[in-house]
């Protein structure tokens, strides 16, 4: 099965309005920080002498609240030792390390289109709100959200929390609204309130997995997303 031209020909279907309000992810999907997250778990690891581990499995927790995150890494480890990591990996993350994070091609153009065409914009992202609030005011693109939600005021994915509260707020019906993510936490999320949801392929979890959560459309980049959100609202 040739799966961009399937995704392709979905782009090009036209279909009727839909969706008033688009759900993002941030990590991964707006923002291409892969490689910052994971200096700053195995950072983090090296300096509270926890085993280093390989950029591969350190990557594989995008997406989750720092504290599961660092449980799912290691699950052994006590309270004070997980506060240590959490304290270790936002120093790292946010003052120390010089790997460069930058948002995904396509990005803010899309961010605007979806904007001038009247949708309700949100965040949904496992990231702490220090962490996010830092990102947004770095890009300028808090200019462009609605709502915002972190674990610090909801739930850690894939509890459908985040969402929910997002939907409240908004005062949209759970089929008015769509989550854009990277992940299978960010799939099982939707999933879980039977949320429409889009895989991106360019982030940390691989296309196959993505797919098992049955997504409306699994695409290659913002600029494919751009195209295919604009035939569903």
Same mark, same amino acid.
């Given at each position: 099965?040739?799966?961009?031209r399937?995704?392709?020909?979905?782009?090009?279907?036209?279909?009727?309005?839909?969706?008033?309000a688009?759900i993002?992810?941030?990590?991964?999907?707006?923002?291409?920080?892969?490689?910052?997250?994971?200096?700053?778990?195995?950072?983090?690891a090296?300096?509270?002498?926890?085993?280093? $581990?390989?950029?591969?499995?350190? !990557?594989?927790?995008? @997406? /989750?609240?720092?504290?599961? #995150?660092?449980? *799912?890494?290691?699950?052994?480890?006590?309270?004070?030792?997980?506060?240590?990591?959490?304290?270790a990996?936002?120093?790292?993350?946010?003052?120390?390390?010089?790997?460069?994070?930058?948002?995904?091609?396509?990005a803010?153009?899309?961010?605007?289109?979806?904007?001038?065409?009247?949708?309700? $914009?949100?965040?949904?992202?496992? !990231?702490?709100?220090? @962490? /996010?609030?830092?990102?947004l #005011?770095?890009? *300028?693109?808090?200019?462009?959200?609605?709502?915002?939600r972190?674990?610090?005021?909801?739930?850690?994915?894939?509890?459908?929390?985040?969402?929910?509260?997002?939907?409240?707020?908004?005062?949209?019906?759970?089929?008015?609204a769509?989550?854009?993510?990277?992940?299978?936490f960010?799939?099982?999320?939707?999933?879980?309130?039977?949320?429409d949801?889009?895989? /991106?392929?360019?982030?940390?979890?691989?296309?196959?997995?993505?797919?098992?959560?049955?997504?409306?459309?699994?695409?290659?980049?913002?600029?494919e997303l751009?195209?295919?959100?604009?035939?569903?609202?």
């Amino acid at each position: 099965m040739d799966l961009r031209r399937d995704n392709m020909q979905e782009i090009n279907k036209s279909s009727a309005a839909r969706y008033r309000a688009v759900i993002f992810d941030w990590d991964g999907t707006l923002m291409n920080s892969e490689a910052r997250i994971v200096d700053a778990i195995q950072t983090a690891a090296r300096e509270t002498g926890l085993p280093v $581990l390989s950029y591969h499995d350190s !990557k594989q927790i995008i @997406g /989750l609240s720092l504290e599961n #995150a660092i449980l *799912g890494l290691y699950p052994d480890l006590n309270q004070s030792q997980v506060v240590a990591m959490s304290e270790a990996y936002t120093q790292c993350f946010l003052e120390e390390s010089n790997v460069d994070m930058v948002p995904f091609d396509g990005a803010e153009a899309l961010l605007l289109n979806l904007k001038q065409q009247g949708l309700k $914009l949100a965040i949904a992202t496992g !990231k702490s709100r220090k @962490g /996010l609030n830092a990102v947004l #005011a770095e890009t *300028g693109f808090g200019v462009y959200f609605d709502m915002t939600r972190t674990p610090v005021e909801s739930a850690s994915k894939p509890d459908p929390l985040m969402l929910t509260q997002i939907l409240e707020e908004f005062g949209l019906k759970v089929s008015e609204a769509v989550m854009i993510g990277d992940t299978t936490f960010d799939m099982e999320m939707a999933q879980n309130i039977d949320m429409d949801r889009v895989a /991106l392929s360019h982030g940390v979890h691989q296309t196959e997995v993505l797919q098992s959560f049955n997504p409306k459309a699994t695409l290659d980049s913002l600029n494919e997303l751009n195209m295919w959100l604009m035939n569903h609202i």
